[in-house]
């Protein structure tokens, strides 16, 4: 199990900066001051994040025989783990304390929100699978 948590966490931090280099770019063109100091492709990753594990949650919690442990445990601390990370999401609010606290504000709440909203919805989701 450890080699499949260590190759997949390779492929969740190379789904991470794919995404991020489609996002930031798309996300500068199409928003003015203040909000393009928002970091939208951490926003975006961070939250599909937390509704992928709550999906891989729910199928492990409902399918506890035949591995579906094993598969939570590569896709959530392999790929997930690595798709996803808290840090960044603190450097940002860091800087976005420096520039603008509403922004901040809008960072923190909203990604800690959204994330538990669609972690939830995802649970749900995944018992059902």
Same mark, same amino acid.
């Given at each position: 199990? %450890?080699?499949?948590?260590?190759?997949? %966490? @390779?492929? %969740?931090?190379?789904?991470?900066?794919?995404?991020?280099?489609?996002? +930031?770019? =798309? =996300? +500068?063109?199409?928003?003015?001051?203040? *909000?393009? $100091?928002?970091?939208?492709?951490?926003?975006?990753?961070? /939250? *599909?994040?937390?509704?992928?594990?709550?999906?891989?949650?729910?199928? $492990?919690?409902?399918?506890?025989?035949?591995?579906?442990?094993?598969?939570?445990?590569?896709?959530?601390?392999?790929?997930?783990?690595?798709?996803?990370?808290? *840090?960044?999401?603190? =450097?940002?609010?860091?800087? #976005?304390?420096? +520039?603008?606290?509403?922004?901040?504000?809008?960072? /923190?709440? @909203?990604?800690?929100?959204?994330?538990?909203?669609?972690?939830?919805?995802?649970? =749900?989701?995944? @018992? #059902?699978?």
């Amino acid at each position: 199990m %450890g080699i499949g948590v260590f190759l997949a %966490g @390779g492929l %969740g931090a190379l789904s991470r900066a794919g995404v991020d280099a489609l996002v +930031k770019p =798309w =996300w +500068k063109k199409r928003v003015t001051e203040p *909000s393009r $100091a928002f970091p939208a492709s951490t926003f975006l990753i961070n /939250v *599909s994040g937390a509704f992928v594990l709550g999906i891989v949650t729910g199928y $492990a919690a409902k399918n506890a025989a035949g591995g579906a442990q094993d598969f939570a445990a590569i896709a959530g601390v392999g790929f997930l783990g690595a798709y996803t990370t808290f *840090s960044t999401e603190e =450097w940002h609010t860091m800087g #976005l304390l420096r +520039k603008n606290a509403a922004v901040e504000a809008f960072n /923190v709440l @909203g990604s800690l929100g959204a994330s538990l909203v669609l972690a939830a919805f995802g649970l =749900w989701l995944g @018992g #059902l699978i």
